[in-house]
Structures are given as C-alpha cells and as structure tokens.
C-alpha cells in the first residue's frame, strides 16, 4: 500500500514520507501519542470507578443500607457506558467524514471538563438532590468522551503502522487502561494513606479528579503534534467520503460483522471490569479483605496486563489474530472459577497470583482486539465500526458487570458465582472468534 498518491499531493493533502525507517519514526510517534492520551482518559474512569467502589455511593446517595448506597454509585459507572454509545456516533461520524486526529482531541478535551467537574462537586450533604443529578450529567459527559477515544486511538496507530506491524503498533494503545488504573492506584494509594480513610471520603476523593487537569493539558499538547492517519488522508484525496450517518450505514451494510464484532470482546470487558471495578468495592465489603490489599492486588495485575501487551501483538502478527484470541478466550473462560474464587481464601499472595495470571489471559483477548476490529471494516466506515463493535461490547460486558455482579453476590454470596458470569461470556466471545475471518493479511487501504 503506497503512503501517499499524487493526486492527493495535487489537492493538498499532506503526504508522510515512504522510506520505512520514517513511516516507522512516524508510527512510533502517533502510536506513544495514542497512548498518552488513552492513557489520560483512562485515569480519568479509573478514578471514578475506584471512587465509586468506596465513597460516591454514601457522599451522594445516602441511605441507611450500605449496599442500596453502592448500587447506586454503580448505576453511575453504568450510565457512562450506556452513554458510550452516543459517543460512538458523535465522534465516530467526526474521524470518519472530518478526521482521525480530530475526533481524538475533541474527545479527551470532553473528558477533561467532565473529570474536574467531578472534583468540584458539592456533595448531597451539601447541595441535596441537585448534587446526584449533577453527577450522573458529568458521568454521562465522560461515557461519550470514551466512546470516541478507544476507535480513534488504535485506529490513528494502525493505519500508520508499518506492513505488517498492525497489530503491535495497535496494542501500544491497549496499554492505556491497565495503565491509566495503574496511574489512578498510584494517586489514591499514598492519598488514602495520608488523609485516613475518613478524611478520604470527606475531601480528599477529589484530589486525584482535580490533579487529572495537568495531565489533560499535557495530552492535548501530545495530541496536537501528530499527523492524520495516511489511509484516511488517501481515501480523502480519492474523494471516498464516509456517508453523511456512518453508524446508519454500518448497520446497514455490516450488521453481521458487528454482532459478531461485539461478541469477540464481550468476555474480556466482563473480566477486567469485574477485576479492576467491582472487586475493589466486594472484597472488603463482602469479605473483610483490607482496601489497601484490594487495590494493591489488582495494581500487580494491572502491571502485569501492561508487561505481556506488546508481546501478545507481536505473536497475532506472527500467527494471526485469530489463533492469539482463541486461545485467550478459552483460557479466561477455564480460569475465571478458580481466579474469582481466589478471593474467598482471603489470602493477598493467592489473589494476586490467580488475578494476575486471569488479566494476562485477558490481554490474548484483549491486544489483538485492537488491530481485528479495525481490520473488520472498511476504510470509510472503520471508526464508527471498530468503535461501536468495541463500545457496545465494553457497555454490556464491562458497564453492567458490577451490577450484575451486585445482584448475582446479594442472592448466593460467594465470588464463584463471578467466576461462572465471567466464563460464560468468554465462552461466548470464543464462539464469535471462530465464527469471524482472520484479518492480518487484509489490505488497510480498502
């Protein structure tokens, strides 16, 4: 696939050098770009979900039932995802008819101004029902900042990527959100430690919203210095212009691969948000296991998720995408009892080891995901359609899991059945895997 045509160079769009050692150098950029603000965003939701597992639940919905009060901070994180979707066609419609680049920075700048409003709340204490309402406003605000970063991230690092080397250059990316959990640990940790946890819950959860403005500012400013996706660029110059409703035209055109789409990276949000969400809250409530010890359990195995990302890419460009998921799949859905179970045992050591091996069987899932769905559509359509495939799967599989998970743990009181949960919907990722073509030979221009 040449870089650039030209026509393209006659009507002024610009043109990436060909040499491979630039198209790498330039790659290399976007990509680490990519990632930094993925990572941003990703601090920004992981902030929120830990600080829905341990205050926003009594700081906003106050009621004399501790579980009635996180329920409802779950319902939060819930509305988020369920926003996510307006994302997909917001910013979707924006990277596939105006640009990559665009949709990318337009979606952290939303993210930005909903986080530090989170920070600046008052409480319900404070201003009553005003309070909740305003918070689920600024959650929903951040669902639809999400639903246009993920497409857009791994998208402007695949279609620079060099031949094939879609796949790694992708995954760089899908180091954001274990790193931007990892990033918000490491804010809440020593914040925990010093303001107490009474002094957490009474001022000190704003903090790390608050300190998310320095980041958002440097995000920005990475995302600002790099270039649109040449692909998109080319299609631009040929005049092969995205309909008016791509998300319309997608289901029109594609509903098959999307179904399936969704159901590939179905089991693994379940995995990871059970893992990095609903733990955090169930762990010391249900089972007296200290906070400080959740939190550090789910780091290691955030870190973990993090160390094994690239070399996950690397095997599904060697082998293809396809082999690399199965084989996660299969084993999330084998090792999610014994993973979830762990935590009946009460013991950091075991937790930590059972979680840690479950989130690098969810990276086999999860890396190659990025450059798959991607590979799934065309060019014209494949923001919308990597996007909403992965949006729609992270909502039902991710954004729900912790209230079903509250529900399933209310009526038979034990982490197996989060195991059960979790292995089921990997058994159904690994049935839509199988029934969806290999894509790494697939030309990135079409």
């Given at each position: 696939m040449s870089e650039t045509t030209s026509d393209a160079a006659q009507a002024g769009v610009t043109t990436t050098s060909t040499t491979p050692a630039a198209r790498k150098s330039s790659a290399s950029r976007v990509a680490v770009a990519s990632l930094i603000g993925t990572i941003i965003e990703y601090y920004d939701f992981a902030v929120y979900g830990t600080a829905a597992a341990l205050v926003l639940g009594p700081a906003f919905f106050p009621s004399g039932n501790a579980t009635l009060s996180t329920l409802a901070a779950f319902l939060?994180?819930?509305?988020?995802?369920?926003?996510?979707?307006?994302?997909?066609?917001?910013?979707?419609?924006?990277?596939?008819?105006?640009?990559r680049k665009r949709a990318l920075f337009l979606s952290l700048v939303l993210m930005g101004v909903s986080t530090v409003g989170v920070g600046l709340l008052p409480?319900?204490?404070?201003?009553?029902?005003?309070?909740?309402?305003?918070?689920?406003?600024?959650?929903?605000?951040?669902?639809?900042?999400?639903?246009?970063?993920?497409?857009?991230?791994?998208?402007?690092?695949?279609?620079?990527?060099?031949?094939?080397?879609?796949?790694?250059?992708?995954?760089?990316?899908?180091?954001?959100?274990?790193?931007?959990?990892?990033?918000?640990?490491?804010?809440?940790?020593?914040?925990?430690?010093?303001?107490?946890?009474?002094?957490?819950?009474?001022?000190?959860w704003r903090i790390p919203f608050l300190l998310s403005t320095a980041l958002i500012?440097?995000?920005?400013?990475?995302?600002?210095?790099?270039?649109?996706?040449?692909?998109?660029?080319?299609?631009?110059?040929?005049?092969?212009?995205?309909?008016?409703?791509?998300?319309?035209?997608?289901?029109?055109?594609?509903?098959?691969?999307?179904?399936?789409?969704?159901?590939?990276?179905?089991?693994g949000s379940a995995m990871y948000y059970l893992a990095t969400v609903y733990s955090l809250s169930y762990g010391p409530t249900a089972l007296g296991i200290p906070?400080?010890?959740?939190?550090?359990?789910?780091?290691?195995?955030?870190?973990?998720d993090v160390a094994v990302t690239v070399p996950v890419a690397l095997a599904a460009d060697r082998f293809g995408r396809r082999p690399v998921m199965l084989a996660g799949a299969a084993g999330c859905a084998l090792w999610a009892l014994p993973m979830f179970g762990s935590l009946e045992s009460r013991d950091a050591v075991l937790i930590t080891a059972a979680f840690t091996v479950g989130l690098v069987l969810f990276v086999m899932m999860f890396a190659p995901m990025a450059a798959f769905l991607p590979e799934l559509f065309p060019t014209r359509l494949r923001y919308t359609g990597a996007s909403a495939a992965f949006i729609l799967a992270v909502t039902l599989g991710g954004g729900f899991a912790p209230l079903v998970a509250t529900w399933l743990t209310s009526h038979w009181q034990s982490p197996f059945v989060?195991?059960?949960?979790?292995?089921?919907?990997?058994?159904?990722?690994?049935?839509?895997?199988?029934?969806?073509?290999?894509?790494?030979d697939r030309d990135f221009g079409a």
């Open positions: 939060t994180v819930a509305a988020a995802f369920v926003a996510r979707p307006l994302g997909v066609v917001v910013f979707g419609g924006i990277g596939d008819r105006v640009g409480t319900y204490e404070t201003a009553g029902l005003m309070a909740p309402v305003l918070l689920v406003v600024l959650r929903l605000l951040q669902g639809v900042s999400m639903g246009g970063e993920w497409g857009g991230a791994v998208l402007l690092a695949a279609e620079h990527a060099p031949p094939g080397r879609r796949a790694l250059y992708a995954s760089i990316p899908q180091a954001g959100p274990p790193l931007g959990f990892l990033l918000s640990s490491a804010v809440i940790l020593p914040t925990l430690a010093i303001a107490g946890r009474d002094g957490f819950a009474e001022w000190a500012v440097v995000g920005l400013w990475v995302r600002s210095r790099i270039a649109e996706s040449p692909v998109f660029d080319e299609r631009s110059a040929a005049d092969a212009a995205a309909p008016r409703f791509p998300l319309g035209a997608l289901v029109r055109e594609h509903p098959r691969t999307l179904l399936l789409g969704v159901g590939a990276a179905l089991g906070q400080p010890t959740m939190l550090t359990v789910t780091s290691i195995a955030a870190a973990a989060l195991g059960l949960y979790a292995g089921v919907l990997c058994l159904v990722s690994l049935g839509c895997v199988l029934a969806l073509p290999e894509t790494r």
